[in-house]
């Protein structure tokens, strides 16, 4: 079984940490009926749906996949550059202790789980305004004994690592190449995003679909011309509180 864990939005999303976009009106219900949506999509797909309450007082919780990377062998449970994202991995871990051994970053190292992609054994890490070096040096250290290897990629630009590329197929990254170097990463071949659509670059694979924001037509031609899976979800709300397809879920075999 393929779990995702999800969390209902906030009732005070509004009052989310933004660093790259300005402060608009966030539309509450629209952005839960844009979640039910991308719930809806996950479960189209075969997956088992754990849908966790709102967090009242945690603006950003819906953004589960900032909480936690889930490996098959073991879980890290991150420790978000805003202090006040970081109560959030306390329900997360929670869920996750069932399923995993769980790792927990340190202090003073900080680390949002939207700044790590992972392909196969390599995992890339942004070096961004959220993560830092001792962060991903812990992560090494937690991950070495399973073969995988940490490797830090600069990022500018955007907020996250995954703002930028993400994975659409088995050796296949989808990138905006003006916000990372496509030679940090290695034996892939790449899509580029539409240069009119700049946050066109997170897309969430499952299984062999895409899950994919309705906002960026001309990259989602692109990815569907490329012989690629596509449902896509209405995902413009969220997007409004620095949010994508991949942060809103955090998908595991169980």
């Excluded at 990254?173 to 170097?181: F, G, H, K, Q, S």
């Excluded at 071949?189 to 001309?218: H, M, Q």
Aim: proline share 6%; aromatic share 6%.
């Amino acid at each position: 079984m393929i779990i995702a864990v999800t969390r209902q939005v906030s009732r005070s999303i509004a009052d989310c940490e933004l660093t790259f976009l300005p402060r608009v009106r966030i539309d509450v219900e629209r952005a839960r009926q844009q979640h039910s949506q991308y719930e809806a999509a996950l479960k189209s797909l075969g997956l088992a749906v754990l849908s966790l309450p709102e967090e009242p007082d945690l603006p950003d919780s819906v953004f589960v996949e900032d909480a936690a990377l889930v490996l098959e062998e073991c879980a890290i449970l991150t420790r978000c550059a805003a202090a006040s994202r970081r109560p959030e991995s306390e329900s997360i871990a929670r869920v996750l202790r069932p399923y995993r051994q769980l790792h927990l970053i340190q202090s003073p190292a900080r680390i949002d789980g939207g700044d790590i992609l992972r392909v196969g054994k390599d995992l890339y890490v942004g070096v961004s305004e959220r993560t830092d070096a001792n962060a991903m040096e812990q992560m090494q250290d937690f991950v070495a004994p399973y073969a995988y290897h940490v490797h830090p990629v600069a990022v500018t630009g955007c907020l996250h690592l995954k703002s930028a590329v993400t994975q659409v197929g088995p050796a296949t990254l989808l990138i905006n190449p003006a916000w990372v170097d496509r030679q940090m990463f290695r034996n892939v071949n790449f899509i580029d995003t539409d240069a009119s659509e700049p946050y066109a670059g997170n897309a969430l694979l499952v299984g062999d679909a895409l899950i994919y924001p309705s906002a960026f037509p001309r990259t989602r031609a692109r990815l569907a011309a490329e012989g690629l899976r596509v449902v896509p979800v209405d995902a413009d709300e969220l997007a409004k509180a620095e949010g994508a397809v991949t942060c809103c879920s955090l998908i595991f075999a169980v």
